[in-house]
Each structure stands twice: as C-alpha cells, then as structure tokens.
C-alpha cells in the first residue's frame, strides 16, 4: 500500500473535479463530495448516494445533498505508485460523478470507468 496524506489526496480528487469539462461541472446540482478514510466494504473505491439528475422531478426539493465518498485507504491500497493514485482518483471522481447524470456501471465499463 501506497503512503499518501489525507492533505495531499483530497488535493488530487480536487485536481480530478479540475478536469471535469465546466459544460458538465456547471449542471451538478445539490452534490457534495467528500474524502473518507475507510470504505464501508472492501474494495469500494467510491460510491454514489443520492438522486440521479435524471430522476428528478417537479416534486425534488428541500431534500439533502446527493453524497460522493471517495475512499482513501482503498484507493490506496491497491495502487503501487503515486501516479497510479493520480489516475484511479481521476477515474473514481469520473465514475461517481456520472451516477449522478444517471449513468449506470454497465455503460461505465463501456467507456473504461
């Protein structure tokens, strides 16, 4: 496992958000996200929780933020340089970030997420 501080990683999933094209950033509405140390299972990368932008309705309001975790120790753990967590932060922020425009896994894995 990879030794990385929790100051320099939430750097890099800032520098993901960074690469997100703003035509795509400027339509994510009611989201946050977060780092977490610990996944609440293994091998849980990240995950989405919330409701897709495209499962919204006239009826969604005054509801709590959609939540993307991204997990440090798992990313970690499974990456052998720090150029490997550059490149599985990116993908990470990517894949989550597109279950919130209602992208599912099955079409993720199409495109490489």
């Known amino acids: ?3 990385m ?4 990683f939430e750097e890099l ?3 993901a958000l960074d690469t997100v094209p703003p035509e795509l950033t400027s339509h994510m509405r009611n989201v946050v996200i977060v780092v977490e140390d610990e996944a609440p ?3 849980l990368l990240g995950l989405y929780q919330g409701i897709p932008l495209t499962e919204r309705g006239d009826w969604y309001g005054g509801v709590l933020p ?3 975790s991204i997990y440090r120790d798992e990313i970690l753990r499974i990456c052998e340089t720090e150029q490997d967590v550059v490149d599985e932060v990116r993908i ?3 894949h989550e970030i597109a279950h919130h425009f209602g992208i599912d896994d099955e079409r993720l894995h199409d495109l490489g997420y």
């Open 92 to 94: 990470t922020v990517v």
């Open 66 to 68: 959609d939540h993307i």
């Open 13 to 15: 999933v800032g520098e």
């Open 41 to 43: 299972e293994p091998g």
């Open 1 to 3: 496992m990879i030794q």
């Open 5 to 8: 501080s929790r100051e320099v």
